[in-house]
């Protein structure tokens, strides 16, 4: 069975003050939901994170790492380095790492290689441009980013994978996909990892939409068959934001 995630993408927010304050009010938020949370705070307050949240059903994850598992790469993060610190899923090629850091399908391919050998859990992001919707390219985009970052692997590998379709449209512009628009890419989704992989893979995935998610329109997408959760950006820095989302499942 699949199952029902919420995950807040904290991107490059928060200094480690911040991060505690943010952290202690998530801890003081009340819910009945039976989604998975997590939260995405910056690597340098991961284990600040990983240590205040250990007694809570938030999980730390990281927002991306290098596929090496260390060496002359500076700057970068390892997945042996998340994991020595408590971390154990990650989230890979978001749209604003494809873009300002060019990061390609052939890249995140390692990375996603990398991770799964580490025993991590990934969160795989993807999604279409406006211009590739205009044009009405948008499942052939949303394909080929799956089948060339993903195709390679076997199918019990994706016991350890979570799909998150976000239209980079959608992402901090205000703008959503409408419900319908979303169910339908899930449900496109679904069927490519079905023709490839057959039905009991592709329904034990969970498919998580981002893009401007808020407390407001959370529950009607969340509602949708093929839509599993969210990744949340600008509304995961407020707690009860978060939660109000968290609390639509
Ligand atoms: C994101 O960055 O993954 C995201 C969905 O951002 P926002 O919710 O702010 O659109």
């Known amino acids: 069975m699949r199952k029902n995630i919420v995950a807040g993408n904290w991107k490059m927010n928060n200094d480690l003050s911040q991060t505690e304050s943010l952290l202690k009010a998530l801890q003081d938020q009340k819910t009945t ?11 340098t307050n991961l284990s600040q994170a990983v240590s205040t949240l250990k007694d809570s059903n938030i999980e730390v994850v990281a927002q991306n790492m290098h596929f090496a598992e260390n060496g002359a790469y500076t700057g970068e993060i390892s ?3 998340l ?5 154990k899923t990650v ?4 749209s604003e790492r494809r873009e300002y850091f060019n990061e390609t399908d052939e890249l995140l391919a390692k990375k996603v290689d990398a991770a799964l050998a580490k025993g991590m859990r990934v969160i795989f992001c993807f ?3 406006l211009a590739d919707r205009k044009a009405g390219n948008e499942e052939a985009v949303v394909g080929s980013q799956i089948k060339n970052a993903l195709f ?3 199918a019990a590998a994706f016991r350890n994978i979570v799909l998150a379709y976000e239209p980079v449209w959608a992402i901090g512009t205000g703008e959503t996909a409408s419900p319908e628009q979303a169910q339908d890419m899930h449900a496109f989704i679904r069927q490519t990892l079905a023709n ?22 959370a529950e009607e997408i969340f509602s949708k068959p093929d839509v599993d959760g969210g990744l949340i950006g600008g509304a995961s820095l407020k707690a009860e934001d978060f939660f109000a989302i968290v609390n639509a499942f």
């Open 196 to 217: 490839k992989y057959g039905e009991d893979v592709a329904d034990g995935v969970s498919i998580l939409y981002g893009g401007s998610v808020k407390p407001a329109n």
């Open 33 to 43: 939901s039976n989604a998975e949370v997590m939260v995405a705070p910056t690597f």
């Open 79 to 81: 997945a042996s380095m």
């Open 152 to 154: 390679h692997l076997s």
């Open 127 to 129: 999604g279409e441009e």
């Open 83 to 87: 994991k020595s610190i408590g971390v």
């Open 91 to 94: 989230i890979l090629g978001h």
